[in-house]
């Protein structure tokens, strides 16, 4: 252990020294508070001997400095002095000293004390490197995290398909790096069209993972059957699967049992861009919004458990004819449930009124200012749930 004795009187200065080395340890002597101040500015040094009383610096000066200094590492230091009473003692601990030793020194007294210093600034450093370890742990787990949340947000969808007489549109704002909710677009063919929005139960790791899970098997890719086609191979034809067995289907895979007891609720829909009409499921989700041309608004019926709540569950299925102009608005409760500092909730009723008041304008900017509303709603501007919503909005063009 590196040690800086600082002692005015030369023999005293000589003997602590000499007692040191022997048992192994590096000295650096300072004969005044001056130099030994000149000496730590220039390095680190874990243990500190001074004497009180010395010329130019004084040994409580000298601990004051010390202690002002921002060290990257904690110094210890034992305070050599003649004097004894409590006030003298009060004033060095105020200062800074850790310890005291009474002169003339006993060399026993010396090393129990010093050992005791020791101990403690190797405590220090043991906890330094724990630090250290756990810093570049949680910095390895970020940088991770950072990478998931950018593969997670490369699975929604960056082009929205350009299909005639439909606009579409989409927010998605987690609450963390990664999201339990997750959305898409799915077109199927020249003129049917899938949507859904999924929300995962609970945050972080876990959810974010089934949701990316959902994402890739919620997929239509021409020539091979998935879960929302069946491709005849013989015929070279493809059928859209009703949205009522995809949610069937999903939830007989994903039984909570097997998912750490987690489970999501899910809206999907197929829309028949040529006939106008939307056959959708909920399931355990907010209900689908639809906002007409006049004005109307209207929540469409559907209530269905979530997604690996109960096994075999039959999921009903319905049906809304839309007309040139009518919107939807599928979402996640996060919306709704958005908190403020009052513990306040969004709710329905405000979403409703920032839907229609913003019935005039674009299906883009009316989606903008709502995420916009909700995080000025939250504390902070950072909802405590994730917030996505897509929308359909039927053109005549």
């Known amino acids: 252990m590196k040690i800086l004795v600082v002692e005015d009187e030369r023999i005293t200065r000589r003997s602590i020294q000499r007692h040191l080395e022997k048992w192994g340890h590096e000295v650096i002597t300072a004969e005044d508070g001056m130099v030994a101040w000149s000496i730590l500015k220039e390095q680190d040094i874990p243990v500190v001997i001074t004497d009180w009383v010395m010329p130019r610096m004084d040994g409580l000066v000298l601990v004051r400095k010390i202690r002002s200094k921002n060290n990257d590492h904690y110094t210890y230091i034992i305070l050599l002095t003649s004097k004894s009473e409590k006030v003298d003692i009060v004033e060095g601990m105020e200062a800074g000293a850790d310890d005291f ?29 724990r630090n250290r370890e ?45 999201a339990g909710d997750i959305l898409n677009v799915i077109p199927f063919d020249e003129q049917h069209i899938g949507v859904y929005v999924a929300d995962v139960s609970g945050h972080g790791v876990p959810a974010a993972l089934l949701s990316v899970t959902i994402n890739k098997i919620m997929d239509a890719e021409k020539g091979r059957t998935t879960l929302l086609m069946n491709h005849d191979a013989e015929k070279d034809e493809e059928k859209i ?91 996640s409760d996060g ?47 950072q909802p405590k749930d994730d917030v996505s919503i897509l929308a359909i909005e039927i053109t005549n063009t």
């Open 335 to 381: 919306i709704p449930e958005a908190m403020n500092d009052d513990l306040e909730l969004f709710t329905d009723n405000r979403l409703l009124k920032l839907l229609l008041k913003t019935r005039k304008e674009s299906l883009e900017q009316g989606i903008t200012k709502l995420i916009h509303a909700i995080l000025k709603w939250s504390p902070s501007g």
């Open 101 to 129: 030793l009474s002169k003339p020194f006993d060399q026993n007294e010396l090393h129990v004390r010093l050992r005791a210093g020791i101990r403690i600034i190797e405590l220090e450093q043991n906890l330094e490197q």
């Open 241 to 331: 699967i009703a949205p009522a067995e995809v949610i069937a289907k999903l939830n007989d895979q994903f039984q909570m049992e097997k998912f750490n007891h987690r489970y999501f609720t899910i809206c999907y829909g197929v829309l028949n861009t040529a006939t106008l009409e939307f056959q959708y499921v909920p399931a355990g989700h907010p209900p689908i919004i639809k906002l007409s041309k006049d004005g109307a608004l209207e929540q469409l019926p559907g209530r269905n458990v979530a997604v690996g709540w109960f096994p075999g569950t039959v999921y009903e299925q319905h049906v809304v004819q839309l007309k040139i102009g009518d919107r939807l608005y599928l979402y």
């Open 134 to 178: 756990i810093l570049a742990a949680n910095t390895r787990m970020k940088n991770d995290l950072d990478a998931a949340a950018t593969l997670q947000q490369s699975l929604l969808p960056t082009s929205l398909p350009k299909i005639a007489c439909l606009n579409v549109a989409w927010a998605y704002h987690p609450c963390d790096e990664l």
